[in-house]
């Protein structure tokens, strides 16, 4: 069994977040987490991550609570990259995947040829390591995620939680960092705001509005039309390729654009 949540509820500041919320992957599924901002995305993956403790139901690790596990016990075998990672040091990129070897440590240290070994194969699999000497500060967007995540998979974790990983970044590079996510022979769950990104990438999705779950399952099965404008308030068309089996969605403006006649410059009748 996976890393998963069973009815959870959680309450911040005196405000419901999460209620009565389950969710349970197959090893090795890459989890897309839907829903507008507010929706409780991020909330779910600060639990899942043994961040926050929820105030109903439970999170588990292969059955145990994580309650019942050690922080070091949590980290060493799920790995978190979150959406404004930064650093003011001037580290290499190199220091900054070493990071995940942490958990790792031991009161005398760890196994320095094992640390070694499992930063180099997290730079290779992420494509930066030709970047090892580089500083972080002189990174692209893209690049710096690819670090992150580098860190993360240093770790050497069964498990990964993703937060917004394709904010801020260029198509290609978006595109990029879900292939490599995507890839991974690991338990992934990612929260997305582009629908069409997690269609493409995602073996099954989870909708959440306000808190709760409204749906669960492949992105053909659950996004449609008559979802995104239920969760999303706005009008779409969703269209499913017969060749590639995921959804396309296009929004539909709000309203129609401005005529001719009436638009900027032109003269009134």
């Avoid at 760890?110 to 997290?122: F, H, L, N, Q």
């Avoid at 692209?140 to 995620?145: D, I, L, Y």
């Avoid at 690991?186 to 073996?203: F, P, R, V």
């Avoid at 390729?241 to 654009?257: E, F």
């Amino acid at each position: 069994m996976t890393l998963h949540a069973e009815g959870i509820g959680w309450t911040r500041g005196g405000q419901p977040v999460l209620n009565g919320v389950s969710v349970s992957p197959e090893r090795g599924e890459t989890i897309g987490l839907l829903g507008p901002n507010g929706s409780g995305k991020s909330s779910l993956l600060r639990l899942l991550a043994g961040i926050d403790r929820p105030d109903d139901g439970r999170v588990l690790l292969d059955n145990t609570d994580l309650r019942a596990l050690r922080r070091r016990q949590v980290a060493r075998r799920v790995a978190v990259v979150d959406q404004h990672a930064d650093t003011e040091l001037d580290i290499t990129v190199r220091e900054v995947v070493r990071l995940g070897r942490i958990p790792h440590g031991g009161v005398f240290g760890g196994d320095e040829s094992a640390d070694r070994t499992s930063v180099e194969r997290a730079m290779e699999d992420t494509g930066i390591a030709g970047h090892a000497e580089r500083r972080w500060h002189t990174l692209s967007g893209g690049e710096r995620q690819r670090a992150q995540i580098a860190r993360a998979l240093a770790q050497d974790p069964d498990e990964l939680l993703l937060d917004e990983p394709t904010n801020h970044l260029d198509i290609q590079h978006q595109l990029e960092i879900l292939a490599l996510v995507a890839a991974l022979p690991l338990t992934s769950y990612i929260a997305l705001h582009d629908l069409n990104l997690a269609a493409m990438y995602c073996d099954r999705v989870v909708v959440l509005d306000r808190g709760r779950v409204v749906a669960v399952g492949t992105a053909a099965e659950v996004i449609t039309a008559e979802l995104v404008e239920q969760v999303y308030r706005v009008r779409a068309t969703v269209v499913v390729d017969p060749v590639v089996g995921y959804p396309t969605v296009t929004y539909r403006p709000s309203r129609l654009p401005s005529s001719p006649a009436t638009s900027v410059g032109a003269s009134p009748r």
